[in-house]
């Protein structure tokens, strides 16, 4: 919503719309987007007008819908190309995926939350939370986890603040100091898991992609769920993890990925 964010003028009531649009996953009508929108209805129709005029929006005249523009779908794709690992991660997931027959999620921090940047299913693919453009929570989740056990304490603290710390299942772990201890024991390990954290039945075990001076600029996982595999089986794949997340790492440092939280 609008009143979540601060106040950065027209571009920032834009992009609220925006991700308004996107939010509602289908082509969307103008009164379902007043009925969430803290925007007036003259100041929310301009916005729209806006957008669809410089191709960020493509509005059906026929539906009476919006939805995500041609000209928004470049810029994404573009993003993804320069500022997403995907690219450089693609040949490594897909020889982990080949290797393991399970699904791999590679991911980024992203304002002190796991954005998914690509996925592999596996043979058998299982629904789930993480797809590739979502957005997760880090602290329930293996490859956030992972992750966070890696930031220096500074921005440690400053992640943690941005954490809601929901009760997803009940073995969701809900403090910040509870948290901490867990990312101890990661550190310590080397790899997290997700012990049906964020969702009932999901599993994984996740390794963070560490840069030369030892800042995670990812992570990645390999997920299951508790019908046909259990964290022990997952375990065992925790080599490949690593050694796929070095060799990511290495690709990264030759393409000076930009390191970020």
């Not at 009143?3 to 308004?20: I, M, Q």
């Not at 209805?41 to 026929?62: G, I």
């Not at 992750?147 to 943690?160: R, S, T």
């Amino acid at each position: 919503m609008a009143s979540e964010r601060p106040a950065d003028g027209t571009v920032g009531k834009a992009l609220d719309v925006l991700e308004l649009v996107a939010g509602h996953g289908a082509p969307v009508r103008f009164s379902d987007l007043l009925s969430v929108s803290d925007h007036p209805k003259a100041t929310l129709y301009r916005l729209l007008q806006t957008l669809t005029n410089q191709q960020m929006l493509r509005h059906d005249a026929e539906s009476g819908t919006y939805s995500l523009g041609v000209r928004l779908v470049r810029l994404a794709h573009s993003a993804w190309s320069q500022s997403s690992l995907a690219p450089i991660a693609r040949p490594h997931i897909d020889a982990l995926s080949q290797a393991t027959g399970e699904t791999i999620h590679l991911a980024q921090l992203d304002a002190g939350h796991v954005l998914y940047v690509d996925k592999r299913n596996a043979a058998r693919a299982i629904e789930m939370f993480a797809q590739a453009g979502r957005v997760g929570p880090a602290y329930c989740t293996g490859v956030g986890k992972a992750m966070l056990a890696h930031l220096d304490p500074e921005h440690l603290d400053e992640v943690l603040k941005a954490q809601s710390f929901h009760r997803h299942t009940a073995n969701t772990i809900a403090t910040a100091v509870d948290l901490r201890a867990e990312l101890a024991r990661i550190r310590a390990r080397g790899y997290a898991f997700d012990r049906e954290e964020h969702e009932p039945g999901i599993i994984c075990c996740a390794v963070p992609i560490l840069s030369r001076i030892g800042k995670p600029i990812g992570g990645l996982s390999i997920t299951s769920s508790t019908n046909r595999a259990t964290l022990e089986d997952l375990e065992t794949h925790a080599d490949k993890l690593l050694n796929a997340a070095g060799r990511i790492a290495e690709d990264a440092e030759s393409w000076r990925f930009p390191e970020r939280i």
